[in-house]
């Protein structure tokens, strides 16, 4: 009886944990959505806390941009990656590969952070703007996606792993045994059987680019802007809460500003992993 009260008490905690949270941005926000309605908040964008005015459109376009590089450079590694060291490499790769990505998880985001400004910011000023015959600072949304990028494959990797070594044999045996080549049974037994693993593990990789903060901050510009371009420098979501909280505090609002910045993250993050195990859920009855 004690052991259950424990193990139900462990729960409710648990789930109380994200809904804490959630009340308690509301209720720091709350103020601002007072004075602003969510619509102007959400696609306006006038940034002049002074005035009272905070839009937040370039800040949320510039988080979505950085998110979508980072996915879009880093996806593909990390599901090829898998395949490899799953399906075709040798076991002692494998086992040299997993201590290798448990480093590159520990590593600090400061220190990528650092290695971003070391490297990919210069990489991006003298070799990638001029390859397009245009110039950039470097600080931009791309070494913000190529950083990111770098941090979310150790995650995205192994879960991959994971989930293709969950695959049982006798499903790849009996596909072989059919005739079929090592890549027709990869292609048809092992990407299809683990696609609700596979969704989940780009998910994970997607919440964790969106979030991301410090990396991110030192090397994509921190300026508002709202381009395509990805050699042009943003102002993300999490940047703009690191590098204003503690300062102008005395601005009405600004508080309440940078409040609603965090639930907006929250929310948005949150709303990633529902869909994504809404999407689970669909491809396993499939």
């Known amino acids: 009886m004690l052991v259950n009260i424990w193990m139900r008490g462990g729960l409710y905690i648990l789930l109380a944990i994200p809904v804490l949270i959630g009340v308690g941005l509301y209720w720091k926000a709350a103020p601002l959505l007072q004075h602003q309605s969510l619509i102007s908040l959400l696609f306006s964008?006038?940034?002049?806390?002074?005035?009272g005015e905070f839009g937040f459109?370039?800040?949320?376009?510039?988080s979505v941009y950085v998110t979508i590089l980072a996915f879009i450079l880093s996806a593909p590694l990390c599901l090829f990656a898998a395949i490899?060291?799953?399906?075709?490499?040798?076991?002692?790769?494998?086992?040299?590969?997993?201590?290798?990505?448990?480093?590159?998880?520990?590593i600090p985001s400061v220190v990528y952070g650092v290695w971003g400004v070391l490297v990919i910011v210069p990489l991006v000023a003298d070799k990638v703007a001029p390859l397009f015959g245009t110039t950039s600072s470097g600080y931009s949304l791309l070494a913000g996606g190529i950083v990111l990028a770098v941090m979310c494959i150790p995650?995205?990797?192994?879960?991959?792993?994971?989930?293709?070594?969950?695959?049982?044999?006798?499903?790849?045996?009996a596909?072989?045994?059919?005739?079929?080549?090592?890549?027709?049974?990869?292609?048809?037994?092992?990407?299809?059987?683990?696609?609700?693993?596979?969704?989940?593990?780009?998910?994970?990789?997607?919440a964790k680019a969106f979030g991301e903060t410090i990396a991110v901050l030192m090397v994509v510009g921190n300026t508002m802007n709202i381009t395509l371009s990805p050699l042009?420098?943003?102002?993300?979501?999490?940047?703009?809460?690191?590098?204003?909280?503690?300062?102008?505090?005395?601005?009405?609002?600004?508080?309440?500003?940078?409040?609603?910045a965090a639930l907006l993250?929250?929310?948005?993050?949150?709303?990633?992993?529902?869909?994504?195990?809404?999407?689970?859920?669909?491809?396993?009855?499939?």
């Not at 964008?45 to 005035?51: I, R």
């Not at 459109?57 to 510039?62: D, T, V, W």
């Not at 590969?97 to 448990?102: A, G, K, S, T």
Request: glycine letters at 8%; aromatic letters at 16%; a positive charge.
């Open 84 to 106: 490899y060291l799953t399906q075709f490499g040798k076991q002692r790769l494998l086992n040299f590969m997993l201590p290798v990505i448990d480093i590159l998880a520990g």
């Open 155 to 173: 995650y995205m990797l192994n879960m991959l792993i994971e989930v293709f070594h969950t695959i049982p044999v006798g499903m790849k045996e």
């Open 57 to 62: 459109l370039p800040f949320i376009f510039s």
């Open 265 to 286: 993250l929250f929310v948005v993050i949150l709303i990633i992993n529902l869909f994504f195990r809404y999407f689970i859920h669909k491809t396993e009855k499939i």
């Open 175 to 206: 596909s072989l045994s059919l005739g079929a080549t090592h890549w027709e049974m990869v292609k048809h037994v092992i990407i299809r059987k683990g696609f609700p693993g596979i969704i989940s593990a780009f998910g994970l990789g997607i």
């Open 232 to 260: 042009k420098s943003g102002y993300p979501l999490p940047a703009l809460i690191a590098n204003n909280y503690g300062e102008m505090m005395s601005i009405p609002d600004y508080d309440s500003a940078l409040m609603f």
């Open 45 to 51: 964008s006038k940034w002049f806390p002074m005035k």
